[in-house]
């Protein structure tokens, strides 16, 4: 065997020693970490929920409720996994979470970034009395019609009538001109006549058949 081979396989080389430091470093506080990200994600689920059923009470729309979750859940997970690198002794990681935080505040004080420009359009449009989830629109650069499935932080969720969702940035909806078609209530009401009749139907068909 060469020399060569020898120092590849040779367990005290500073490159195995350094792994093996590593492992030692981490073995010892797995337990404790794996307990704090299970907890923290049951405590995040907890918050998101109740600041759903928070928001639903209060009356906030859909959509709204829908953008602010969306931002609040990536504010906690930002934390956990910042609280998590904390007790791994992984600092220089959280320095870069740091500095991509101050980031993110810098782009929006100078509203430059995609990322901000599509959560500053998510919120203007949640709040739009003509814009909400359940209401039929036509929306987008290469105009798209269906109903609003869905809103949050960077997209809304369109469903057309042949059943394909479309997945559209907040930006590129609120700087183009939408159409509003028929409103949530108008939909449901149409719905529910669409039910009642089909009943009517059902009913007038087996009464046919029983006279017969």
Known sequence: MTVSAMNLIDLSSPFTDHILDGINHLVPRLPGVLFDLLLGIIVIRVMVRLSKLVMKWVRVPAGLRGVINSIFESFLWVLLTINVLSELGYSGIIYFFSGSIAAIGIAMAAGGSTLVSDIVAGIFLARDIDFNVGDEVIVGETPTQGIIERMDARRIRLRDQDGILHVIPNSV????????????????????????????????????????
Do not use: C, D, Y
Not at 181 to 204: D, F, P, Q, T, Y
């Open 173 to 212: 909806v609120e700087r183009k001109e939408w159409v509003l078609i028929k409103r949530r209530a108008e939909i449901s009401a149409l719905a529910r006549a669409a039910k009642v009749a089909k009943k009517l139907g059902a009913a007038a068909r087996e009464k046919n058949v029983r006279s017969t």
